[in-house]
């Protein structure tokens, strides 16, 4: 399956933010379980962060990005690139 990363940028108050991150984790928890190879994180130096996960194609990818509950509660905006993985 094809590599996706959403890069996102926080556009909430962090108080509004940091109520839907337990959320957004069992969803990403959700997704790897599912075999999606799903992993979250933020920048260490700036706001904003990404989610990394395989997806079948595109429209799949932009699917489960919809379903995240940051963007759900209008938390973050973002963009979807597909990552082509050149090495292991």
């Known amino acids: 399956m094809p590599w996706f990363a959403k890069i996102e940028t926080g556009i909430v108050e962090k108080a509004v933010f940091d109520q839907y991150v337990p959320a957004h984790i069992e969803y990403v928890k959700e997704l790897a379980a599912k075999g999606h ?16 996960f395989e997806a079948e194609s595109m429209a799949a990818a932009q699917a489960i990005v919809a379903d995240d509950p940051l963007v759900v509660n209008n938390c973050v905006t973002y963009e979807i690139f597909e990552w082509c993985v050149v090495a292991p």
């Not at 190879?37 to 990394?52: F, T």
């Open 37 to 52: 190879q799903a992993r979250s994180g933020y920048w260490g130096r700036k706001g904003g962060g990404m989610l990394l």
